[in-house]
């Protein structure tokens, strides 16, 4: 397993979600693995942009946007996050394929796949208050942390 999680900042690092990017980690990813990227952020839906991905390698990409955070929860310092993980095969996803609360990856057909020579923010541009698949307000991240203090944020996935 490859975790990803650079991209809670004002200022994402654009080069990790290239083309380029993707191809280098899987020749790092096991027989079997999968890549987790943490994806929560106030400004962009990356969301799109790792379909693209995905779609080009010919990989298989859920999402989860972890919005319940029970008040004990968040006493322990869990936040609403979205979570994107992918994998060569359905299968190496295990329990993931086959949880509700994963589901296949939102496409942009317009949007394009970035590489080391091109990408656009301005697709990923989130509007105010603009809400997931799930309904509820789009994640956001406590705000003392998201000004470019990239601590850990510890979640849980289910």
Aim: a negative charge; charged letters at 25%; aromatic letters at 6%.
């Amino acid at each position: 397993m490859i975790i990803l999680d650079a991209y809670s900042s004002d200022a994402v690092p654009v080069h990790l979600l290239t083309r380029e990017a993707l191809d280098l980690y899987l020749t790092k990813l096991a027989p079997g693995g999968i890549l987790l990227f943490h994806i929560s952020n106030t400004h962009l839906d990356l969301e799109p942009t790792l379909a693209a991905l995905a779609r080009r390698a010919g990989l298989v990409c859920l999402v989860q946007d972890d919005t319940s955070v029970s008040p004990a929860e968040a006493v322990a310092g869990k936040y609403e996050s979205q979570w994107a993980v992918m994998a060569r095969d359905h299968g190496d996803l295990g329990d993931l394929a086959t949880d509700s609360r994963w589901k296949p990856a939102r496409a942009d057909p317009t949007g394009g796949v970035w590489t080391d020579d091109y990408s656009s923010l301005w697709p990923a541009l989130k509007a105010a208050h603009q809400t997931p698949r799930s309904g509820r307000e789009a994640p956001r991240l406590d705000p003392d942390r998201s000004s470019g203090d990239n601590r850990r944020q510890d979640v849980e996935l289910r």
